[in-house]
């Protein structure tokens, strides 16, 4: 069965149970169509440069990220700042906590994938009693997972054959809805 490559990587961990997977993407993204700005006498895409008011176009080793504080006032962050702020991998999901996967509003759910046991021995038994016991259960387990230097809350539930985890977004992320629906 060809699924692609993993985007990650690591372990599922209930208790004392840890069982190495790799996690897909469920959702095919390339079915979107883009666009692309095309200068109509000539036919070419347009080309986009970086300038800066009153200085004109800038090399790229000239640029710097920077955080504003203010209207007027921009802190400049270097390369090692932001990367000392990266959340380290632990390669692993501890699943804490299980609830009826009705009890996550809708708002919560950002992007589903596909947790695969790697292929290792021991790996599809212990995948397998997770999966059923959660099904039985009628729940799904709570975790978290860095990926790319960000932890994300997610939710693992069976599904089919196999486990959904389900990227959440954390309540600070979700607007109130009585700021747009008032009385």
Known sequence: MAR???MWKGHLRLSLVSIPVELYNAVES???ISFNQIHKPSGR???YTKTVAGIGEIKPED?????AVSKDTLVLIEPEEIEALRVESRKTIELREFVDLEQIDARY???PYYLVPQDDEGAAEGY???REALKRAGKAGLGQVTIGGREHLVAIAPVGRGLVV???R???EVRPERSYFGD
């Open 4 to 6: 692609g490559r993993a």
């Open 30 to 32: 390339a079915a979107s």
């Open 45 to 47: 895409r347009i080309n």
């Open 63 to 67: 640029i710097v990220k920077g955080y």
């Open 109 to 111: 759910f950002e992007r």
């Open 128 to 130: 397998l009693v997770i």
């Open 166 to 168: 389900e990227m959440l």
């Open 170 to 172: 954390y309540a600070s």
